[in-house]
């Protein structure tokens, strides 16, 4: 018998910390699938950052700076600028990436940085226990939106893809999710031609992965995995929203 | 051999298993169920009890997030 | 070393150039004035050593930049001033915990707050005292002259590199701006750890590497940062720097760093002229602190004066650092102004008849 899929040598053998049902793993093995399609895992440098996924360096099999919160981008630059020929990724959350990383991933993606950049948005905070996220869904609660979000107060979930989708800078721009089967396939193609674009010099390279946080939406995991389909998909559309083909060259 | 002609089956890594149950969820041949066992996690794993069912799919493996599910081929 | 033809420049320019020399093509800044001529040289001129220069869209990622650059052993620089650094303080702290080299410049202008650009020495305590979060320390080095801010911008990364620690060098606007001649000289280059064991390049052929400042295992935080602890340690027996003046004999000792020293220079040499026995001592580390020369004053010292162009921050240093009873005054003036040498002398004449009842 010969096993179908084998586990990415990208990833360690350590089993993940994350809950039962969270769909960081899922993202995890897709990066990883990634890296050791093109292989790249010994070229490969992570920028880990601050939530659930600070860990990053026990799971994946590369070289792995831990950034401060919402700082990944100003890092994986620092690093990608000096190592050009290495391959720098960033991995954030919706805490790190879209609300105290803001300035950092917008300018980063400006400048058209070449690196990769996988947004894990979960909408809630994760890590700290289940607070609001700049992209926690109206209505929702969290422990500090405990009657639910309310735009009055709290403004909108934030559409990160859209806004970096409207710079010049990016070269590919997408939203995937994980939630089915059939739209892991498609995140797993996605998050692929990400790294694709870095390994040809392409520039910047962001895909938004929605995700579900089952512990602190008090979900089942199955619950859980619907409400991205039935309630974030609709609201953060999926797509690739950006994708130049033939980059600007001074 | 076509796919259909091959014999697949499954397996759990079942320290990886966190009992999240999405295989179970999304496989739709029956192959697997929730074991009323619990493993050394404290979880209650998944279990191919219909292993014969398994057409390759790979559904599982898609969905589970601890990459505990493994499918084999002949 | 190789000695270069003699140039004249700016404090600013100064710095940028012995970076250059010192082999650092990596530079991250935003502009803050008075140090911007630090980022137009490096913009200017790292192109022709095949280096990069980025301009952030702010201090936090200037600081982030550079880590992300010393990660991979490389040298690498930033600069700023007081509003500027404050920012840079959360990076300061993760470079600490990393334990990652890189040289940072302080031209520190008056606060708090937005406050004004003149030469202050405001921002004494932020840099001696960490800054940051958690129980950490910066080399900080305090030149007074344009060839010292040259000679000590390399020492800067040979200490930031020997220590795995980041390096500040404090000064103020009179440092930055004033034209002076420099001799400028090329140092040998050699790695500061010289395993490097720790560099983040891409696994290949190796186990994967980590630079990190997580700690949550039983124990790991403290044995951490006992490490860091000693590190200080070595520092301060064996990195301190200070300069000192006519104290074998002093009476009076002033003590002043950075530009106040410069200022005091003068008012001592006319103290000495009218025959008053005055000395000097000039820390140049900040940290580690010269606290050893404070301890070993010569028996015929019996009064202390601390200049400072803030209210009272080094003097805290000084007083620590005496044994003895020898009482410590202090002589400042805060953000917004700049003590004449006359005005010192004068100060330096009102302790000296101290010394004389």
Same mark, same amino acid.
Not at chain 1, 226 to 249: A, C
Not at chain 2, 16 to 24: H, I
Not at chain 3, 274 to 296: C, D, H, Q, W
Not at chain 3, 306 to 317: A, H, K, P, W, Y
């Given at each position: 018998?010969?096993?179908?899929?084998?586990?990415?040598?990208?990833?360690?053998?350590?089993?993940?910390?994350?809950?039962?049902?969270?769909?960081?793993?899922?993202?995890?093995?897709?990066?990883?699938?990634?890296?050791?399609?093109?292989?790249?895992?010994?070229?490969?440098?992570?920028?880990?950052?601050?939530?659930?996924?600070?860990?990053?360096?026990?799971?994946?099999?590369?070289?792995?700076?831990?950034?401060?919160?919402?700082? /990944?981008?100003?890092?994986?630059?620092?690093?990608?600028?000096?190592?050009?020929?290495?391959?720098?990724?960033?991995?954030?959350?919706?805490?790190?990436?879209?609300?105290?990383?803001?300035?950092?991933?917008?300018?980063?993606?400006?400048?058209?940085?070449?690196?990769?950049?996988?947004?894990?948005?979960?909408?809630?905070?994760?890590?700290?226990?289940?607070?609001?996220?700049?992209?926690?869904?109206?209505?929702?609660?969290?422990?500090?939106?405990?009657?639910?979000?309310?735009?009055?107060?709290?403004?909108?979930?934030?559409?990160?893809?859209?806004?970096?989708?409207?710079?010049?800078?990016?070269?590919?721009?997408?939203?995937?999710?994980?939630?089915?089967? /059939?739209?892991?396939?498609?995140?797993?193609?996605?998050?692929?031609?990400?790294?694709?674009?870095?390994?040809?010099?392409?520039?910047?390279?962001?895909?938004?992965?929605?995700?579900?946080?089952?512990?602190?939406?008090?979900?089942?995991?199955?619950?859980?995995?619907?409400?991205?389909?039935?309630?974030?998909?609709?609201?953060?559309?999926?797509?690739?929203?950006?994708?130049?083909?033939?980059?600007?060259?001074? | 051999?076509?796919?259909?002609?091959? $014999?697949?089956?499954?397996?759990?890594?079942?320290?990886?298993?966190?009992?999240?149950?999405?295989?179970?969820?999304?496989?739709?041949?029956? $192959?697997?169920?929730?074991?009323?066992?619990?493993?050394?996690?404290?979880?209650?794993?998944?279990?191919?009890?219909?292993?014969?069912?398994?057409?390759?799919?790979? $559904?599982?493996?898609? $969905?589970?997030?601890?990459?505990?599910?493994?499918?084999?081929?002949? | 070393?190789?000695?270069?033809?003699?140039?004249?420049?700016?404090?600013?320019?100064? *710095?940028?150039?012995?970076? *250059?020399?010192?082999?650092?093509?990596?530079?991250?800044?935003?502009?803050?004035?008075?140090?911007?001529?630090?980022?137009?040289?490096?913009?200017?001129?790292?192109?022709?050593?095949?280096?990069?220069?980025?301009?952030?869209?702010?201090?936090?990622?200037?600081?982030?930049?550079?880590?992300?650059?010393?990660?991979?052993?490389?040298?690498?620089?930033?600069?700023?001033?007081?509003?500027?650094?404050?920012?840079?303080?959360?990076?300061?702290?993760?470079?600490?915990?990393?334990?990652?080299?890189?040289?940072?410049?302080?031209?520190?202008?008056?606060?708090?707050?937005?406050?004004?650009?003149?030469?202050?020495?405001?921002?004494?305590?932020?840099?001696?005292?960490?800054?940051?979060?958690?129980?950490?320390?910066?080399?900080?080095?305090?030149?007074?002259?344009?060839?010292?801010?040259?000679?000590?911008?390399?020492?800067?990364?040979?200490?930031?590199?020997?220590?795995?620690?980041?390096?500040?060098?404090?000064?103020?606007?009179?440092?930055?701006?004033?034209?002076?001649?420099?001799?400028?000289?090329?140092?040998?280059?050699?790695?500061?750890?010289?395993?490097?064991?720790?560099?983040?390049?891409?696994?290949?052929?190796?186990?994967?590497?980590?630079?990190?400042?997580?700690?949550?295992?039983?124990?790991?935080?403290?044995?951490?940062?006992?490490?860091?602890?000693?590190?200080?340690?070595?520092?301060?027996?064996?990195?301190?720097?200070?300069?000192?003046?006519?104290?074998?004999?002093?009476?009076?000792?002033?003590?002043?760093?950075?530009?106040?020293?410069? *200022?005091?220079?003068?008012? *001592?040499?006319?103290?000495?002229?009218?025959?008053?026995?005055?000395?000097?001592?000039?820390?140049?580390?900040?940290?580690?602190?010269?606290?050893?020369?404070?301890?070993?004053?010569?028996?015929?010292?019996?009064?202390?004066?601390?200049?400072?162009?803030?209210?009272?921050?080094?003097?805290?240093?000084?007083?620590?650092?005496?044994?003895?009873?020898?009482?410590?005054?202090?002589?400042?003036?805060?953000?917004?102004?700049?003590?004449?040498?006359?005005?010192?002398?004068?100060?330096?004449?009102?302790?000296?008849?101290?010394?004389?009842?």
């Amino acid at each position: 018998m010969k096993q179908v899929v084998k586990r990415p040598a990208s990833l360690t053998e350590k089993p993940f910390h994350f809950c039962p049902g969270c769909h960081h793993g899922i993202v995890h093995r897709l990066v990883a699938e990634a890296l050791d399609f093109f292989n790249l895992r010994e070229k490969t440098i992570g920028v880990a950052s601050v939530g659930c996924s600070v860990f990053l360096y026990d799971y994946f099999a590369v070289d792995v700076i831990e950034a401060p919160h919402g700082r /990944a981008s100003a890092v994986a630059t620092g690093t990608k600028r000096v190592l050009k020929d290495q391959i720098v990724f960033t991995y954030q959350g919706d805490g790190d990436l879209a609300a105290i990383g803001t300035a950092e991933i917008i300018h980063a993606a400006n400048r058209g940085e070449n690196i990769t950049v996988i947004f894990v948005n979960n909408s809630i905070y994760g890590m700290t226990g289940g607070q609001m996220a700049p992209t926690t869904m109206l209505g929702q609660r969290s422990t500090t939106t405990p009657y639910g979000r309310d735009y009055h107060r709290d403004g909108y979930p934030i559409k990160m893809t859209e806004m970096l989708a409207a710079l010049e800078g990016p070269s590919l721009v997408a939203r995937v999710a994980v939630d089915k089967p /059939a739209n892991v396939k498609k995140a797993r193609k996605i998050i692929r031609q990400a790294f694709q674009m870095q390994v040809e010099d392409k520039g910047f390279s962001f895909v938004e992965v929605l995700s579900a946080c089952p512990t602190n939406w008090g979900m089942t995991p199955q619950e859980a995995t619907k409400r991205v389909s039935d309630e974030m998909i609709p609201y953060f559309p999926l797509g690739v929203l950006k994708q130049k083909d033939v980059v600007d060259v001074l | 051999m076509s796919k259909k002609d091959k $014999v697949f089956s499954v397996k759990i890594r079942r320290d990886y298993c966190k009992g999240c149950g999405l295989c179970v969820e999304f496989c739709k041949q029956g $192959v697997l169920e929730t074991s009323p066992n619990l493993n050394s996690m404290g979880y209650y794993y998944a279990d191919p009890v219909k292993p014969e069912n398994c057409i390759g799919c790979m $559904v599982c493996t898609l $969905v589970c997030p601890d990459l505990a599910v493994e499918v084999y081929s002949e | 070393m190789t000695a270069l033809k003699k140039v004249f420049l700016k404090g600013n320019e100064a *710095i940028a150039l012995a970076a *250059i020399n010192a082999g650092c093509h990596y530079y991250f800044g935003y502009p803050i004035t008075p140090q911007n001529e630090i980022p137009e040289y490096m913009a200017k001129h790292l192109p022709e050593v095949g280096g990069e220069f980025l301009q952030a869209e702010s201090e936090i990622a200037s600081i982030n930049m550079m880590l992300g650059a010393a990660a991979t052993g490389v040298r690498v620089m930033t600069s700023s001033s007081g509003p500027g650094i404050s920012l840079m303080q959360e990076g300061f702290s993760y470079i600490a915990g990393n334990e990652l080299p890189g040289v940072v410049v302080n031209m520190s202008r008056q606060g708090p707050g937005l406050g004004g650009i003149n030469a202050t020495q405001g921002d004494y305590f932020q840099a001696v005292k960490g800054g940051g979060h958690g129980d950490y320390h910066l080399i900080v080095l305090a030149p007074h002259t344009g060839q010292e801010l040259y000679d000590l911008t390399i020492k800067a990364f040979e200490l930031s590199e020997k220590y795995r620690c980041l390096t500040m060098l404090l000064g103020d606007a009179v440092l930055g701006q004033i034209k002076e001649p420099i001799n400028p000289w090329k140092p040998e280059i050699t790695a500061g750890d010289p395993d490097r064991d720790w560099l983040i390049t891409g696994a290949k052929g190796r186990q994967p590497r980590l630079i990190k400042s997580l700690f949550l295992a039983d124990g790991e935080m403290e044995k951490h940062n006992w490490r860091l602890q000693e590190k200080y340690r070595q520092m301060t027996a064996n990195d301190v720097m200070v300069e000192t003046r006519f104290i074998e004999d002093a009476r009076l000792v002033l003590v002043a760093f950075g530009s106040m020293a410069r *200022i005091a220079k003068t008012a *001592i040499d006319q103290a000495r002229e009218e025959g008053m026995k005055v000395g000097l001592i000039r820390p140049i580390t900040l940290y580690p602190f010269p606290a050893a020369s404070f301890k070993n004053l010569s028996e015929s010292v019996s009064r202390v004066l601390t200049c400072e162009m803030n209210t009272g921050q080094m003097v805290e240093d000084v007083r620590l650092s005496i044994d003895s009873n020898i009482p410590v005054d202090f002589y400042g003036r805060p953000g917004g102004s700049v003590p004449t040498p006359e005005e010192i002398f004068d100060r330096l004449q009102q302790a000296y008849a101290e010394v004389e009842q």
